[in-house]
């Protein structure tokens, strides 16, 4: 069992849970999965209660001329994809953090009555942990790659100006990468660029502000896509 209907709220909810760390449906690619789940959507999503959901909805969008060509299978209903039956839960957050309280269950058992026994092997296989811990040395920074699409106000805007304004902003963690113009109708084209940030020292949401700063050249941004690295 995978997704249902997206008629009430608990469908979007699942699909946003779903979207939360993934660009796709199914894989690292527009691909029928995608279209099957867009095409099930009676509306996009609201970008307040569900942002994965609507970032999600947003760039399938612009595929939508491409529908027919996109690999996968047609034939397939949209809830042959999502989670599966174990992982569904009446609310997905809830289910999170049962997983997080799981997780957390390392060092023996977590009960509120615990004996003297218990709490000793606890603490053995605590500062076992820890030993291990300090012996791998510190881990690598957490990085992800963004790509971000930046809209234009309409035909006449200078995009040279505009990437250059983007590319100006500087951020601990921010490296800009490759770029290209998008055409969006109307002979509008939107910038779709590449980033790699450095998850704990930028935000994304701060990132996207300084850049509509730029009210002479930039109307919105949206992120198309993120993959942890």
Do not use: C
């Not at 691909?31 to 609201?46: R, W």
């Not at 599966?84 to 997080?100: E, F, R, Y």
């Not at 023996?108 to 942990?129: H, M, P, Q, T």
């Amino acid at each position: 069992m995978g997704f249902t209907d997206f008629v009430s709220d608990a469908g979007f909810t699942l699909l946003n849970h779903w979207l939360t760390t993934r660009s796709y449906i199914h894989g690292y690619s527009p691909s029928q999965a995608d279209v099957v789940t867009f095409k099930a959507l009676k509306g996009e999503p609201t970008p307040a209660k569900f942002p994965h959901a609507y970032r999600w909805y947003k760039h399938i969008a612009t595929y939508e001329s491409e529908f027919s060509s996109l690999p996968g299978d047609p034939s397939k209903p949209h809830t042959s994809y999502g989670p599966d039956a174990s992982a569904i839960a009446v609310h997905p957050a809830k289910a999170a953090a049962k997983d997080d309280d799981d997780d957390m269950d390392l060092f023996g058992s977590s009960d509120e009555e615990e004996d003297a026994e218990a709490v000793r092997i606890r603490e053995k296989n605590l500062e076992e942990y820890r030993k291990k811990k300090a012996a791998k040395g510190a881990k690598p920074a957490a990085k992800s790659m963004v790509t971000m699409d930046i809209k234009p106000w309409d035909d006449e805007t200078d995009m040279k100006e505009l990437e250059a304004n983007v590319r100006v902003i500087e951020m601990d963690g921010l490296i800009w990468s490759a770029s290209k113009l998008v055409p969006v109708g109307f002979g509008i084209k939107k910038l779709q660029i590449n980033l790699v940030v450095e998850d704990d020292k930028v935000s994304i949401d701060e990132l996207q502000a300084k850049i509509e700063e730029d009210e002479d050249h930039v109307q919105s941004t949206d992120i198309a896509a993120m993959q942890k690295l």
